[in-house]
T-cell receptor, first 112, second 111 residues
Framework: EAQVTQNPRYLITVTGKKLTVTCSQNMNHEYMSWYRQDPGLGLRQIYYSMNVEVTDKGDVPEGYKVSRKEKRNFPLILESPSPNQTSLYFC???????????FGQGTRLTVV | KQEVTQIPAALSVPEGENLVLNCSFTDSAIYNLQWFRQDPGKGLTSLLLIQSSQREQTSGRLNASLDKSSGRSTLYIAASQPGDSATYLC??????????FGAGTQVVVTP
């Protein structure tokens, strides 16, 4: 089944403790991206990647890192999480940057 | 800066009625437009993608139109069912592949 898989689905962590949210797609898509969804602010792009080893900042990249060492994986790294990064995070992929985007089930992160 | 607006913010209809959801955007230089459905606490499910060269796209009971020049897209859902209750999001896709989302329309279909 074609899908975008995020892990974990739920995470509660403490301020400053590094964490990684994984994202994997099985559709051989070139384009992958991360979004966060917050009440009143909607969905905003954090980072995107057009292909392996090619990444760039989205609208709200501060406090996040990404890497794209393999085509199928695009992890989101929070080196020192803070409470303002409490949010619902989505990973998305598409065959190229202008085609239909498919989203993962989301990761609900709480930073205390 | 692109702004995407969805009106109304919430909508309640009895089962069987047709749904009309509106999406407007300020910058017509978009590549594509995509409609999604989001259930509470769940991910986004893609409903339809309309390419910028298209005026309309259909899938089952769903029909979406796109008028780039006026900055509008409309999603029609025929013969609504309680299972259609969800939040519907539209997103315009720019040349860099970024999706710019509207705030969504929350739909409730009552039996």
């Amino acid at each position: 089944e074609a899908q975008v898989t995020q892990n974990p689905r739920y995470l509660i962590t403490v301020t400053g403790k590094k964490l990684t949210v994984t994202c994997s797609q099985n559709m051989n898509h070139e384009y992958m991206s991360w979004y966060r969804q917050d009440p009143g602010l909607g969905l905003r792009q954090i980072y995107y990647s057009m292909n392996v080893e090619v990444t760039d900042k989205g609208d709200v990249p501060e406090g996040y890192k990404v890497s794209r060492k393999e085509k199928r994986n695009f992890p989101l790294i929070l080196e020192s999480p803070s409470p303002n990064q409490t949010s619902l995070y989505f990973c998305a992929s598409s065959s190229n940057r202008n085609t239909e985007a498919f989203f993962g089930q989301g990761t609900r992160l709480t930073v205390v | 800066k692109q702004e995407v607006t969805q009106i109304p913010a919430a909508l309640s209809v009895p089962e069987g009625e047709n749904l009309v959801l509106n999406c407007s955007f300020t910058d017509s230089a978009i590549y594509n437009l995509q409609w999604f459905r989001q259930d509470p606490g769940k991910g986004l499910t893609s409903l339809l993608l309309i390419q910028s060269s298209q005026r309309e796209q259909t899938s089952g009971r769903l029909n979406a139109s796109l008028d780039k020049s006026s900055g509008r897209s409309t999603l029609y859902i025929a013969a609504s069912q309680p299972g259609d209750s969800a939040t519907y999001l539209c997103a315009v896709i720019d040349s860099w592949g970024k999706l710019q989302f509207g705030a969504g329309t929350q739909v409730v279909v009552t039996p």
